[in-house]
């Protein structure tokens, strides 16, 4: 997997005894860069389940379109499954695609491919837990299984509000999630900006997603920075550290420069003292 990630990516796949390996973006003031040599070589025969969550919280890193054929070829030669956490698919930030590249439209019925997402982010259903996934047919009876007995089923009004905001969309030519993508732009912006003038803080800019991944000269550690901005200024911040290499059990070469950074979520939420920085941040 890719990381910094969204931490149920790495905790879910270790309560199943699955070791994880965390491939490094690396920081650059143009945003995060994925090596993709890195990430190909870190799939090998060992590895059962490549997990790439494109736009990336909370780096905001998104896939390059040529990135993604070598990646399902290492895929396919190795045997691993490929799943796509593609949630923030429709959350671009500065660009005029309606979404980001996915793996979907380059495989067939053989690839062990999994496109996983929700209504959670582009339709403002975080909590509601309604989503979607694109499997192999084969997959089905064991997906039934795994529906019926681990969550029952998602409550009726809950698939109500997804059918709402489908039927909207369609009606509106989608403008509740154009409207979404215009206060991101507008947000990601002023917060970048507002970053930029601030001495010793090293803010790559997203390229999708809904969070920003900062690195602040000086701080002990990003959990005390949270603390202290939560107590000191009424500012929620997600602490969260670079990249662990599974190898080398320390941070990553390439990651450094973001060590003890922290992800400001700039959607939606607002800083208790009122002082609009751009909007402002909240935990994960
Ligand atoms: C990357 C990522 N994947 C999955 C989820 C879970 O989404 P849901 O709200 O649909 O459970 C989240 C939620 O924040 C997320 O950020």
């Known amino acids: 997997m890719l990381a910094p990630t969204w931490p149920s990516l ?41 997990l790439l969550n494109s736009p990336a919280i909370p780096p905001g890193w998104t896939i390059d ?16 499954w490929l799943i796509c956490d593609d949630l923030y698919q429709r959350s671009l930030i500065n ?16 690839d062990r491919v999994i496109s996983v997402n929700s209504f959670s982010k582009a339709w403002a259903m975080t909590g509601w837990r309604l989503g979607w996934m694109v499997a192999p047919a084969a997959m089905a009876p064991e997906l039934g299984k795994l529906l019926e007995f681990n969550t029952s089923c998602a409550p ?18 989608e403008s509740d999630l154009q409207a979404f993508r215009a206060r991101l732009n507008t947000q990601a912006g002023r917060l970048t900006a507002g970053l930029k003038t601030l001495s010793g803080i090293f803010a790559p800019p997203p390229a999708g997603g809904i969070y920003l991944f900062l690195h602040i000269e000086g701080c002990p550690d990003s959990l005390t920075t949270a603390t202290r901005l939560i107590d000191e200024a009424g500012l929620g911040l997600a602490p969260g550290r670079p990249t662990r290499n599974q190898a080398s059990g320390g941070p990553s070469q390439r ?20 002082r609009p920085i751009g909007s402002s941040a909240a935990n994960a």
């Open 65 to 80: 379109p040529e990135h993604r054929a070598p990646i399902l070829d290492r895929c396919r030669d190795v045997g691993a």
């Open 95 to 110: 660009s005029s695609d309606a979404a980001a590249p996915s793996f979907l439209p380059l495989i067939d019925e053989a």
């Open 156 to 173: 009726g009004f809950v698939q109500a509000g997804g059918l709402a905001a489908l039927a909207h969309g369609a009606r509106h030519g």
């Open 255 to 274: 990651s450094r420069r973001a060590n003890s950074a922290t992800g400001l979520r700039f959607s939606r939420c607002s800083c208790r003292t009122g």
């Open 10 to 50: 790495t905790k879910i796949p270790s309560t199943l005894a699955a070791v994880p390996h965390r491939v490094g973006f690396t920081a650059t003031p143009d945003g995060f860069a994925l090596a993709l040599d890195d990430l190909l070589a870190a799939i090998t025969s060992e590895t059962r389940l490549v």
